[in-house]
């Protein structure tokens, strides 16, 4: 349950890549769905940047229009399919009356995202919050009811150029998560954010682009691929 403002501590030092587009997670319930729509309202060729859930909707994205992707960075996420415990929370998601109000993630879920040194971090965990609140109860239902069953058997298949960046102290997302992800996609670099929860973006901004940036400097000159 993020919006857009998760990546205006970033915002600067990407902007000389081309212009930021945002994907609009909001309105689907399946990575398919998410997917195409992120497609649709994408420009014909770019570099394609996903975090958490966005990083299995970034692998989909690549699957429908291959020759679309320039780059691709996998932040914090996995390849892995959803745990028997996340299943069921989406049941019980998909149980509660669609009028239930929403006001955002906990602050129990919020700071179980964040680095043990951030747990008090109000003004950070309030800003995950306020996320949540702007985004509604719609489109946490939505998400909360995508399925991810994973895709380790599908890396194969990624032929773009490829980060795969993790967080020293996710306690959301494995180490070994990442390390798969990364073995799995030919060629892939792999980065380590030492000093951050699963939240790189907001944590660990400036130290996030230290890694992203020199990276896509350093890519060759991209041409468009034909699907």
Same mark, same amino acid.
């Given at each position: 349950?993020?919006?857009?403002?998760?990546?205006?501590?970033?915002?600067?030092?990407?902007?000389?890549?081309?212009?930021?587009?945002?994907?609009?997670? %909001?309105? *689907? &319930?399946?990575?398919?769905?998410?997917?195409? =729509?992120?497609? /649709?309202? $994408?420009? +014909? @060729?770019?570099?394609?940047?996903?975090?958490?859930?966005?990083?299995?909707?970034?692998?989909?994205?690549?699957?429908?229009?291959?020759?679309?992707?320039?780059?691709?960075?996998?932040?914090?996420?996995?390849? %892995?399919? *959803? &745990?028997?415990?996340?299943?069921?929370?989406? =049941?019980?998601? /998909?149980? $509660?009356? +669609? @009028?239930?109000?929403?006001?955002?993630?906990?602050?129990?879920?919020?700071?179980?995202?964040?680095?043990?040194?951030?747990?008090?971090?109000?003004?950070?965990?309030?800003?995950?919050?306020?996320?949540?609140? %702007?985004?509604?109860?719609?489109?946490?239902?939505?998400?909360?009811?995508?399925?991810?069953?994973?895709?380790?058997?599908?890396?194969?298949?990624?032929?773009?150029?490829?980060?795969?960046?993790?967080?020293?102290?996710?306690?959301?997302?494995?180490?070994?998560?990442?390390?798969?992800?990364?073995?799995?996609?030919?060629?892939?670099?792999?980065?380590?954010?030492?000093?951050?929860?699963?939240?790189?973006?907001?944590?660990?901004?400036?130290?996030?682009?230290?890694?992203?940036?020199?990276?896509?400097?350093?890519?060759?000159?991209?041409?468009?691929?034909?699907?």
């Amino acid at each position: 349950m993020l919006d857009e403002t998760l990546w205006d501590d970033m915002r600067d030092r990407l902007a000389r890549f081309g212009p930021l587009a945002h994907a609009d997670l %909001r309105h *689907d &319930s399946t990575l398919e769905d998410l997917a195409r =729509r992120a497609l /649709a309202e $994408a420009p +014909p @060729s770019f570099i394609l940047i996903g975090f958490s859930m966005g990083g299995y909707v970034a692998r989909e994205m690549v699957r429908q229009a291959p020759g679309r992707v320039r780059a691709l960075v996998q932040i914090a996420t996995s390849t %892995r399919p *959803d &745990s028997d415990a996340v299943r069921q929370g989406k =049941r019980t998601v /998909a149980r $509660a009356a +669609p @009028s239930v109000s929403f006001a955002g993630l906990s602050r129990t879920a919020i700071a179980s995202s964040l680095h043990p040194r951030e747990v008090d971090n109000e003004a950070l965990i309030e800003r995950v919050r306020t996320m949540g609140v %702007r985004l509604g109860g719609v489109a946490f239902r939505n998400q909360s009811m995508v399925e991810r069953p994973g895709d380790l058997h599908l890396l194969g298949e990624i032929r773009c150029p490829t980060l795969v960046v993790a967080a020293g102290h996710d306690r959301l997302r494995s180490l070994e998560e990442a390390q798969e992800l990364h073995a799995g996609i030919a060629g892939a670099q792999f980065a380590l954010v030492e000093d951050s929860g699963h939240m790189i973006p907001l944590e660990a901004p400036q130290a996030l682009c230290d890694v992203i940036v020199p990276w896509l400097e350093a890519l060759p000159p991209l041409r468009r691929r034909e699907p």
